[in-house]
């Protein structure tokens, strides 16, 4: 059997918010729950799960998603439309911005608990 992705999971506040706040700003079913997880399905069997460790402090993660240009346009204007904090940067130099590097767009925003996600229309390994 290859090396394939199956899941990550994602240290919350609030399971339930981040969970919901990512399903519906990506357009994808609602989350599932069983025992401490909200999960969200993605496409090819893949799964984002989030869940309250109880701690003060969640140290942010990043990850980023590949997405074709209709759904970037989907999700960026569900971004607009919920007046969700974006930039083109991760150092966050350009608020409400899309970039256009490596002839590609993308975007980058966090998750209620804080994680940075990214949105990609090309993945950074393809040569423009």
Do not use: C
Not at 41 to 64: C, S, V, Y
Not at 65 to 78: A, K, N, P, Q, S
Not at 112 to 126: D, F, K, N, V
């Amino acid at each position: 059997m290859s090396v394939r992705f199956n899941h990550a999971l994602l240290a919350a506040y609030d399971r339930r918010e981040s969970a919901t706040f990512f399903a519906h700003l990506f357009g994808l079913n609602a989350p599932t729950f069983w025992g401490p997880f909200a999960t969200v399905h993605l496409a090819d069997e893949t799964h984002l799960q989030f869940d309250e460790p109880g701690a003060d402090a969640i140290q942010m993660q990043h990850l980023a998603f590949l997405v074709d240009e209709r759904t970037f346009d989907e999700i960026y204007g569900r971004m607009v439309e919920g007046r969700t904090e974006r930039r083109a940067d991760p150092q966050m130099t350009w608020p409400g911005q899309i970039n256009s590097n490596h002839g590609r767009r993308g975007v980058y925003f966090n998750v209620p608990a804080g994680h940075g996600l990214e949105i990609i229309t090309r993945p950074y390994s393809e040569k423009p």
